[in-house]
């Protein structure tokens, strides 16, 4: 399965569940606060070290991708393009790793 694969499974689900399937269907302001409260939740599961079972962090990543790709499939981005051409260009940037202020734990 590739990732453009999943856009299809995902517009297929949303055009099932009325989730919109076309930009004029949906407030994008609305769907990228959707994609927020992803990522918080995810942050939350593994500040409460919650690993398996329902809302779990895997879980919550996998709902931040399902939200980013229903985003794709609206505005028919190939997002597998997109991914390929910014790893490409990301190979030739660099970065200061001592000037960035993160915390990996
Ligand atoms: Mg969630």
């Not at 996998?62 to 790709?69: C, E, S």
């Amino acid at each position: 399965m590739n990732i453009n694969i999943l856009v299809k499974l995902i517009m297929d689900q949303a055009k099932e569940k009325g989730f919109g399937t076309r930009p004029e269907e949906i407030s994008v302001a609305e769907k990228i606060a959707l994609i927020h409260s992803e990522v918080t939740e995810a942050y939350i599961a593994y500040r409460h070290k919650k690993f398996d079972g329902k809302d779990c962090f895997a879980e919550e990543l996998g709902d931040i991708i399902q939200r980013v790709l229903h985003l794709c499939g609206i505005f028919n981005i190939d997002i597998e393009k997109e991914i390929l051409k910014k790893i490409k260009f990301n190979k030739k940037r660099k970065w200061d790793c001592h000037k960035i202020n993160e915390n990996h734990t």
